[in-house]
């Protein structure tokens, strides 16, 4: 009988209110999984861990097809996007499961690849989590992470209200068990896990123009004042209604200053098990 203690619980902060998912729509595998693309040819398996919207997922079923993907995530209804988003793209080789990131056996094993998009940032043991993704690895197989490291992003121009956003979303995120600053720490949680070959890198998400910054401050407004993320902060008792929705009204006048800027830095790792 295994006898291992499950990691503690963790609470995801953005939940899943529709400006969350609209913000994960908007990825890709080319502006999200950058440092994994070289590394992909057709026929490769891939197991991806925190599917979410499936948009990555499936973009890597593409590019891998016949070989199989499979998006795994803990919430039903992403199982049932990433679904449905196959099943629209007309990409047979991708299924989705429903399972947890410590324990991937609901997906099967044996994989080339195991990738995780802005996933380990909400787990209270990350390492424990990438032990399991290195053992969902087949011979010679491939653990590849990327998170934002919260902390790092900056902005221009300053904003007081950006800078409380910022403070407020980082002791949310601890106070769920997560860990907001996760982009620095990949590196030592992989050597931790008994990762080897570590390779650790940086890449960004940029927002420039004005239909970017519209999009990215609208997206974080309605996220303060609708989503999980604002309901719990309040029910942590770390802000309240009032503040939410100055924080919002902050968010949407700084994204319609000229010469507004805004990047997101994150760490991406490479490594074998």
Do not use: K
């Amino acid at each position: 009988m295994d006898t291992t203690p499950d990691p503690p619980a963790a609470t995801y902060s953005h939940g899943h209110h529709a400006s969350v998912l609209r913000s994960h729509r908007w990825r890709t595998a080319e502006n999200s999984a950058a440092h994994l693309l070289p590394h992909l040819r057709p026929g490769l398996r891939l197991l991806d861990v925190g599917s979410g919207a499936g948009t990555i997922t499936a973009d890597l079923a593409a590019l891998l097809a016949p070989g199989e993907v499979v998006g795994l995530d803990s919430a039903a209804a992403a199982v049932e996007a990433t679904t449905a988003l196959a099943a629209e793209r007309g990409l047979p080789n991708l299924r989705a499961v429903q399972g947890s990131a410590y324990d991937l056996a609901a997906a099967g094993g044996g994989f080339d690849v195991v990738h995780a998009h802005q996933v380990l940032q909400h787990l209270a043991d990350p390492v424990v989590a990438l032990r399991a993704m290195a053992a969902a690895c087949g011979p010679d197989g491939l653990v590849a992470v990327r998170d934002a490291d919260y902390a790092a992003m900056t902005w221009y121009p300053e904003d007081a209200g950006l800078s409380r956003w910022l403070e407020l979303y980082r002791a949310v995120a601890r106070a769920n068990g997560g860990e907001p600053d996760a982009g620095r720490r990949l590196a030592g949680w992989a050597r931790d896990a008994g990762l080897r070959t570590v390779s650790a890198s940086a890449s960004v998400w940029c927002f420039a123009t004005p239909e970017d910054l519209g999009w990215w401050s609208t997206t974080w407004a309605e996220r303060l004042t609708a989503s999980a993320f604002g309901r719990q902060g309040v029910e942590l008792g770390l802000t309240d209604a009032g503040e939410l929705d100055r924080l919002a009204a902050a968010w949407r006048a700084w994204g319609q200053r000229d010469g507004a800027w805004f990047a997101v830095l994150h760490g991406d790792l490479l490594a074998r098990p």
